[in-house]
């Protein structure tokens, strides 16, 4: 497994099959972690082969910078015919995705396993444009 670390973002890219990349965002994401969060996503996006899951565990707080990277993601991904699913979102997150109405473009899973598991199983159809 290979591992790109930015304070507050780590991508692990599995060493093999599975085409699952699993990006960890910890502490706080805010304006300060605009462009190593996007570079870290962009990354992610371009190495996976089935679907990037954003691990939210670590996370202590989220505003619009992890949202706007979220949706930029996604959009990344489905161009590829990728999915991207949300583990362990916090709270806060959950309510920024409801107040947003954007609940419905990132599944949430209570689990990292959950979600690369749903990823890895999914048809590609599953979280496509």
């Given at each position: 497994m290979i591992h790109?670390?930015?304070?507050?973002?780590?991508?692990?890219?599995?060493?093999?099959g599975g085409g699952v990349v699993v990006c960890r965002v910890h502490g706080e994401i805010d304006i300060e972690a605009r462009g190593r969060l996007r570079e870290a996503l962009a990354q992610a996006a371009?190495?996976?082969?089935?679907g990037v899951v954003v691990d939210c565990a670590g996370l202590d707080f989220a505003d619009s910078t992890l949202l706007n990277a979220l949706i930029m993601l996604r959009r990344q991904a489905g161009a590829r015919h990728l999915r991207v699913a949300l583990a362990a979102?916090?709270?806060?997150?959950?309510?920024?995705?409801?107040?947003?109405?954007?609940?419905?473009?990132?599944?949430?899973?209570?689990?990292?396993?959950?979600?690369?598991?749903?990823?890895g199983s999914a048809p590609r159809a599953w979280c496509g444009t």
């Open positions: 790109v670390t930015e304070e507050s973002v780590v991508v692990e890219f599995p060493a093999q371009a190495r996976a082969t089935a979102p916090t709270r806060q997150l959950l309510h920024l995705l409801d107040l947003t109405g954007t609940t419905a473009l990132l599944p949430c899973f209570p689990s990292r396993a959950a979600a690369v598991a749903a990823l």
